[in-house]
């Protein structure tokens, strides 16, 4: 039996839209490209399989891969109506990243942009400083974009949600660190069906032929210290598997 509380939540979640995007390549300098490679992002693929397990209606927009224009996402945008864009960028993708908040922005004020990824995790202060963004997430996604969104259901402070960084009036503030997953095994499987098909990407060309591939994660994390890798700053020095059981019943 549910409270008047929990009813209230469970109604408001419900009608709580979140749309995560990958940023074309070349926004910025206003000559999107489709990439001749890409894989599946199995990042926000594991992020839309959470939300949609935790009771949010979620949309992946692979825009990266599918060379998608302004146009084109603005139309997306504006047809789900979102109430948080999710934008995950690598280094190389930050500037297109900034351009794409922009754009969600000028559609429309309300909508709570939120970036993430390994470049935002390695500098999160300058990401959240930045114009059109309201929100930098540091490490894992899924646990934390759950916390943040049932935050903004119910009107908690989001400096309430471990591993988020937030421009407030010009004073970059953080929340504090979010636990990394140890139980791997307990996220749900990738949202593919969020996805484009698999025809849309083209992987390496040692990886597989077009069309007939699909990407797996088996742990996360690095005992190692190399100089020139981020992934111990990024996920931890302990490296957590997936057990066997686990990825046999994502591959089946």
Same mark, same amino acid.
């Given at each position: 039996?549910?409270?008047?509380e929990?009813?209230?939540?469970? @109604? ?8 995560l995007i ?31 397990a935790?009771?949010? !209606? ?37 500037? @297109? ?6 754009i969600?922005?000028?559609i429309?004020?309300?909508i ?5 990824? !390994? ?5 999160p ?9 309201d929100?930098?997430v ?18 908690? @402070? ?5 591993g ?10 953080s929340?504090?660190?979010?636990p ?6 307990r996220?749900p499987f ?14 390496? !060309?040692?990886w ?14 690095c ?30």
């Open positions: 039996m549910q409270t008047p929990e009813k209230k939540f469970n @109604d408001q979640r419900s009608g709580f839209r979140v749309l990958t940023p074309p390549q070349g926004l910025w300098r206003d000559a999107v490209e489709k990439p001749w490679n890409s894989t599946q992002p199995l990042g926000l693929a594991y992020i839309g399989a959470s939300l949609r935790a009771g949010y !209606p979620v949309e992946i927009m692979d825009a990266y891969s599918l060379g998608l224009s302004p146009l084109a996402i603005r139309e997306r945008i504006k047809s789900f109506s979102p109430d948080i864009v999710g934008i995950s960028a690598l280094t190389p993708q930050w500037p @297109d990243a900034e351009i794409l908040a922009g969600v922005k000028d429309n004020q309300e709570l942009t939120v970036v993430g990824g !390994p470049h935002v995790t390695a500098l202060a300058e990401a959240a400083s930045r114009p059109g963004v929100v930098a540091v490490g894992e996604g899924e646990d934390i974009l759950v916390a943040l969104c049932g935050a903004v259901v119910s009107g908690g @402070d989001l400096l309430g949600v471990p988020l960084f937030l421009d407030r009036d010009g004073d970059i503030r929340s504090g660190s979010a990394a997953i140890t139980d791997l095994d996220l990738p949202a593919h069906d969020l996805l484009p098909e698999p025809s849309f990407y083209n992987p390496f !060309p040692s597989g032929r077009k069309g007939h591939f699909s990407c797996i994660i088996s742990g996360r994390g005992p190692y210290e190399c100089t020139f890798c981020d992934v111990t700053a990024q996920q931890g020095k302990r490296y957590r598997l997936r057990s066997a059981e686990n990825i046999v019943d994502e591959i089946s």
